[in-house]
């Protein structure tokens, strides 16, 4: 069965560090692999995606995301971190048409 | 261009009424979408609809039906409410222009069954 898992239910990052949220996946055949973000009150938001091709995809926001197959992992990460970043963060993988969500990881980046 | 929008943003019922919830794109995508968000357990996929004329189960569709009336538009109904069914309701529809794959998300309605 398909499967996404985040294993932190909140990260606190301090401003200006770098910050990794990390995704764990299970799913046959190749994987379709997204992080939406979510802020208070708001639907989710693209971040980036991962169909094909190299392995470390950028996206929104100076976010990116490195796609490990051997450890089945894509974890979101951004260089300097902003208050402004804090946020729910959701990772996703397709199957067909539809999709599977984590349960989320609340990011919390302190000034 | 307003995307996908959701109606109420708000609601509040009791046990045993009904209501239906609203959902529009206006991007033209096929594939469209209900999850509910609880606390905890990310988004959960209640019904998709693949295409006009076209619904599917997804993960938690006890207590709830789908209507695709047209392309655009793709409701939810709960007919008897269940305090269980208290939860943020997102609908979503699907970009597949380009290999986009990219979803696109309603700004959600709350609902609360006391």
């Known amino acids: 069965a398909q499967s996404v898992a985040q294993p932190e239910d909140q990260v606190n990052v301090a401003e200006g560090n770098p910050l990794t949220v990390k995704c764990t996946y299970s799913v046959s055949g190749n994987p379709y692999l997204f992080w939406y973000v979510q802020y208070p009150n708001r639907g989710l938001q693209f971040l980036l995606k991962y169909i094909t091709g190299d392995n470390l995809v950028k996206g929104s926001y100076g976010f990116e995301a490195e796609f490990n197959k051997s450890q089945t992992s894509f974890h979101l990460k951004k260089p300097s971190a902003l208050v402004s970043d804090s946020a729910l963060y959701f990772c996703?993988?397709?199957?067909?048409?539809?999709?599977?969500f984590g349960p989320g990881t609340r990011l919390s980046v302190l000034p | 261009n307003a995307g996908v929008t959701q109606t109420p943003k708000f609601q509040v019922l009791k046990t045993g009424q009904s209501m239906t919830l609203q959902c529009a794109q206006d991007m033209n995508h096929n594939s469209m979408y209900w999850y509910r968000q609880d606390p905890g357990m990310g988004l959960r996929l209640i019904y998709y609809s693949a295409s006009e004329g076209t619904t599917d189960k997804g993960e938690v569709p006890n207590g709830y039906n789908v209507s695709r009336l047209n392309k655009r538009e793709f409701s939810l109904r709960l007919e008897s409410a269940a305090p269980s069914q208290t939860s943020v309701y997102f609908c979503?529809?699907?970009?597949?222009?380009?290999?986009?794959?990219?979803?696109?998300f309603g700004p959600g309605t709350r609902l609360t069954v006391t």
């Open positions: 979503a529809s699907l970009s597949l222009g380009g290999g986009s794959y990219e979803q696109y």
């Open positions: 996703a993988v397709r199957y067909g048409q539809n999709f599977v």
